[in-house]
């Protein structure tokens, strides 16, 4: 009879919480997008162009047409990387350009960082691992690097509540089940609008395989309508999610189907152009160190396209790191960390790319696969997933468990340090 009402100080408190941190998150950050430097890139001048298209359509009371200068003559609205259906640059009518574009990365890093919040109290974090994996995931280097990608910083935004969707969706009943899906829809629907079609494909594989392992399970009673859930239903609400998300995403997903006929994509790339957006291992190291490609040693020539990476950097910090790893120790014992870790498998082995035979293989089998560029885009909810690791680890943080998580993890890192240091080698002596 009291749950309810003893709940309700806790909701206001998380809720509370959650937007006191992004709040911090988007005054320190915001003002990046106008003309200061976010990690190496100025967010006003990335994307700027196809912004400023969408912000003059909008103040003209015009729907996004035809346009030569854009997308290589498709209409414009049909070409999703370009991102002009997000509802966001609906401010245009109202604000300048520079002011659109502060507002956009202001709430991509506000709307990641609750997303996180929300997710890890869905998983049942505390407070303290609440607000490390949400500082790991929306103040992180893979999403705060997507300011050079202005539609996959606003899609990494969306990422965690589609996944919280999903995962109430499959594991739960009635009206609460609904909801989730509706959630998911939604957010896959933003995620493509904002120009982040590829992330939707990674992010709703990643979501259902979460859902089907039921990282949530342990924590849940009776009393919270669990259903029984399991790889069926997982698919099954990745099904509804993605009905849902192209109906409401129809004004940009029809005109960008009726344009693939036209690209390349449509007969599929080569593996060259298709893997030119790899993750080489060594960016790993990145982890830890930021800017190893550029003015840190090891030759650009061994990522990317042409020696730019995807992301220009994955820095997280040692202490996320650390945490991560006694996260993930604790796999035997928490079902949460286990399912963590299996989700994110793929996604590492997709986002290598070219270095994954795993990749190359389902590059060769998988229908579709060869639409698909940059594998590095699934860093993504490998990400989110270190993050709520790190949040798993916070909870668990003793002197002997951190102990036990390093010993490998240190392994592993000087063996990549030890490779990097023999790749280096020669750009170091030059």
């Known amino acids: 009879m009291t749950a309810g009402p003893a709940r309700a100080p806790r909701r206001r408190g998380a809720c509370a919480g959650a937007a006191a941190l992004a709040a911090a998150g988007a005054l320190v950050l915001a003002p990046g997008a106008e003309g200061l430097v976010p990690i190496g890139l100025d967010g006003v001048t990335c994307g700027a162009a196809a912004v400023e298209q969408a912000v003059g359509w909008w103040r003209a009371g015009r729907v996004p047409g035809w346009s030569p200068a854009l997308g290589l003559g498709w209409p414009a609205l049909g070409d999703p990387s370009l991102g002009l259906g997000d509802p966001l640059h609906a401010l245009g009518a109202v604000l300048s350009l520079p002011g659109v574009l502060r507002a956009e990365f202001a709430f991509a890093l506000a709307w990641a960082v609750a997303g996180a919040w929300a997710l890890g109290a869905h998983l049942g974090l505390g407070r303290g691992g609440r607000v490390v994996a949400a500082a790991a995931y929306g103040l992180g280097g893979p999403h705060l690097a997507h300011a050079q990608v202005p539609p996959y910083l606003s899609g990494g935004a969306w990422l965690p509540w589609a996944v919280l969707g999903l995962l109430v969706a499959t594991n739960r009943r009635g009206a609460r089940a609904a909801g989730g899906l509706a959630l998911a829809g939604v957010a896959f629907a933003a995620c493509f609008l904002a120009g982040a079609a590829e992330l939707c494909v990674f992010g709703a594989a990643f979501g259902a395989l979460l859902a089907a392992l039921r990282p949530d399970v342990q924590r849940a009673g009776p009393a919270e309508g669990r259903s029984p859930g399991g790889p069926l239903r997982a698919l099954l609400a990745a099904a509804g999610a993605a009905g849902l998300a ?185």
């Open 246 to 430: 192209a109906g409401l995403a129809a004004p940009g997903l029809v005109p960008a189907l009726l344009a693939l006929g036209e690209t390349t994509r449509s007969a599929g790339l080569d593996f060259a152009h298709a893997t030119g957006g790899s993750l080489h291992p060594l960016e790993l190291l990145g982890l830890l160190a930021p800017g190893l490609f550029h003015g840190g040693g090891l030759p650009a020539t061994l990522v990317g396209e042409g020696g730019r990476p995807w992301s220009v950097t994955l820095y997280l910090g040692a202490p996320a790191v650390a945490l991560a790893a006694v996260g993930l120790a604790a796999a035997r014992r928490d079902r949460r960390a286990r399912a963590l870790a299996l989700a994110a498998s793929p996604c590492l082995l997709w986002a290598l790319g070219r270095w994954s035979p795993v990749y190359v293989l389902a590059w060769h089998v998988l229908p579709g696969a060869q639409a698909l560029r940059y594998p590095a885009k699934a860093t993504l909810p490998l990400a989110l997933v270190l993050a709520l690791l790190a949040g798993l680890g916070w909870g668990r943080l003793t002197p002997a468990a951190l102990g036990r998580a390093l010993a490998p993890a240190v392994a592993v890192l000087a063996g990549l340090a030890g490779w990097a240091a023999a790749q280096g080698a020669p750009a170091l002596a030059a």
